[in-house]
């Protein structure tokens, strides 16, 4: 084959590449557009009057520009609404602090530490991610009675910590053992313990796992209703998603409302995403991949 042909062939080849890379993409921006729609549209609702609702449908707001903030006032000064997103914070940072700690040790130890019975562990742990949360209600919520533990924010946080585990564990520990070798053999001969290796090289190495495990474990335990209302059993603690509940039976048929109400509850899941979507992707593929 002469040079020319060569150069030809080069050419023709890379075209082929940016053409399939540039069809993936649009496939992709589409997709992202099209699962984007209703959070667009909840947003826009949020922001419409009752009779503008009533009339026409959101995306007719995107040219009408007639808009306020009064859904989002109601919805604010609405009863418990401010005691519940108080709550939701209550329950959610130490629900996602506690499994993330507790997961990356156990993690560290079933991806570095050798001791009889690792394995089987592991498979253990991944055994409990398939068995349904809705089994063990009942068994729970007796050993809590039993702790007096029932109605306690103590009680939420053991729960959720519990849950969130054997998933913590599962996605730190296929991280972890990618992490290169020479650099934990580096450390124990300069005399490091095993503690000081995970807090000094293994978890400022892990930054996009355990951010990746924030927004899950975070976004989880903000959206639930069900845990709590069976753990908490007390109006005073409840958490922001059962507020959007009783708006629901308070305002049933005023859209503009749960909308906004909708909207409020969503702001801090975004916000959290946001803040660590950087880290997301790189933590997500490397637990997969890995391991």
């Known amino acids: 084959m002469t040079?020319?042909?060569?150069?030809?062939?080069?050419?023709?080849?890379?075209?082929?590449?940016?053409?399939?890379?540039?069809?993936?993409h649009i496939v992709l921006v589409g997709i992202g557009l099209l699962w984007l729609v209703p959070t667009v549209g909840l947003f826009v609702t949020s922001w419409r009057t009752r009779p503008d609702?009533?009339?026409?449908?959101?995306?007719?707001?995107?040219?009408?520009?007639?808009?306020?903030?009064?859904?989002?006032?109601e919805v604010l000064a609405a009863?418990?609404?401010?005691?519940?997103?108080?709550?939701?914070?209550?329950i959610s940072i130490p629900s996602t602090v506690f499994p993330i700690l507790i997961g990356a040790l156990a993690a560290y130890a079933?991806?570095?530490?050798k001791f009889r019975g690792r394995d089987a562990?592991?498979?253990?742990?991944?055994?409990?991610?398939?068995?349904?949360?809705?089994?063990?209600?009942?068994p729970v919520l007796q050993m809590f009675n039993l702790f007096n533990l029932t109605g306690t924010f103590t009680g939420i946080w053991l729960a959720h910590t519990a849950y969130g585990l054997p998933f913590a564990i599962f996605l730190l520990r296929n991280f972890f053992v990618g992490l290169p070798k020479e650099l934990f053999d580096s450390a124990k001969i300069d005399g490091?313990?095993?503690?000081?290796?995970?807090?000094?090289?293994?978890?400022?190495?892990?930054?996009?796992?355990?951010?990746?495990?924030?927004?899950?474990?975070?976004?989880?335990?903000?959206?639930?209703?069900?845990?709590?209302?069976?753990?908490l059993q007390d109006p005073a603690k409840y958490p922001l998603t059962r507020s959007i509940q009783n708006l629901l039976g308070e305002f049933g048929s005023e859209w503009h409302l749960l909308a906004a109400g909708a909207f409020v509850t969503m702001s801090m899941p975004l916000l959290v995403f946001f803040a660590l979507q950087?880290?997301?992707?790189?933590?997500?593929t490397a637990g997969a991949v890995k391991g």
């Open 53 to 73: 609702i009533a009339a026409s449908g959101w995306w007719t707001a995107l040219f009408q520009f007639r808009y306020t903030v009064e859904n989002y006032s």
């Open 121 to 138: 562990l592991f498979l253990i742990v991944i055994a409990l991610l398939v068995v349904p949360l809705q089994t063990t209600w009942v």
């Open 79 to 90: 009863r418990n609404f401010g005691d519940g997103f108080i709550n939701s914070f209550i």
């Open 192 to 231: 490091a313990s095993d503690l000081g290796i995970f807090f000094r090289i293994v978890v400022p190495l892990s930054v996009p796992a355990i951010a990746s495990l924030a927004i899950f474990q975070f976004t989880w335990v903000w959206n639930d209703l069900l845990n709590a209302l069976i753990f």
């Open 110 to 113: 079933l991806a570095w530490l």
């Open 278 to 284: 950087r880290y997301f992707v790189h933590g997500i």
């Open 3 to 24: 040079t020319q042909a060569r150069r030809s062939t080069g050419v023709a080849t890379r075209l082929v590449e940016a053409t399939n890379r540039g069809l993936l």
